[in-house]
Antibody
Framework: EVLLVESGGGLVQPGGSLRLSCADS????????MHWVRQPPGTGLEWVSR????????DYADSVKGRFTISRDNAKNTLYLQMNRLRVEDTAVYYC??????????WGLGTPVTVS | DIVMTQSPLSLPVTPGEPASISCRSSRSLLHRNGKTFFAWYLQRPGQSPQVLIY???HRASGVPDRFSGSESGTDFTLKISRVEAEDVGIYYC?????????FGQGTKLEIK
């Protein structure tokens, strides 16, 4: 069973930074694209970013482009999201998810980020 | 960006009765490889989302067969043949054809 565990969330002031981590349980992490998806309080899901297997291809939502950076360390089976210049509207639960043939088939429990 | 529009946004259902949720994409989700990059997710209260249907109509592993997905052009439908109490939650459609991936607004299914 795939197990993804996010960490690094918390309370930060506007303009501050946070680094989220997503550790996997060893499901051949290096073989999959990975995503970050967020969910603001009481609202729906918003895709944030994705990275390919070897880290050479990245994509971002316009709302975070230039402020957030996705990365991965396949030796540590860990995905990261460096979030800089945080805004109040970045407040959300952040999930990491594995991509399998066009669907996000495994999700973490999420880590909450509050910008206030 | 591809816009995903769901309906209804609220769906009260009696247990044992069928339910249907629709999702329309603003553009075709058919990739040149012949696959349709569309999925349905369920987010139960207090839980992370889980995939139900992928590539338009393929049921994900472990998903009960009372769930089915269909597609017709840019229109997608999720059907639950007989709703059970554990089906309560918010259902989202999502396109994974191109970035930014986009989700529908969500449909809240509740038990009458």
């Amino acid at each position: 069973e795939v197990l993804l565990v996010e960490s690094g969330g918390g309370l930060v002031q506007p303009g501050g930074s946070l680094r989220l981590s997503c550790a996997d349980s060893g499901f051949a992490f290096s073989s999959y694209w990975m995503h970050w998806v967020r969910q603001p309080p009481g609202t729906g899901l918003e895709w944030v970013s994705r990275m390919n297997e070897d880290g050479r291809v990245t994509d971002y939502a316009d709302s975070v482009k230039g402020r957030f950076t996705i990365s991965r360390d396949n030796a540590k089976n860990t995905l990261y999201l460096q979030m800089n210049r945080l805004r109040v509207e970045d407040t959300a639960v952040y999930y990491c998810a594995r991509d399998l043939s066009g669907r996000m088939d495994s999700w973490g429990l999420g880590t909450p980020v509050t910008v206030s | 960006d591809i816009v995903m529009t769901q309906s209804p946004l609220s769906l009260p259902v009696t247990p044992g009765e069928p339910a249907s949720i629709s999702c329309r994409s603003s553009r075709s989700l058919l990739h040149r490889n012949g696959k349709t990059f569309f999925a349905w997710y369920l987010q139960r209260p207090g839980q992370s989302p889980q995939v139900l249907i992928y590539l338009g109509s393929h049921r994900a592993s472990g998903v009960p067969d009372r769930f089915s997905g269909s597609e017709s052009g840019t229109d997608f439908t999720l059907k639950i043949s007989r709703v059970e109490a554990e089906d309560v939650g918010i259902y989202y459609c999502m396109q994974g054809l191109e970035t930014p991936y986009t989700f529908g607004q969500g449909t809240k299914l509740e038990i009458k």
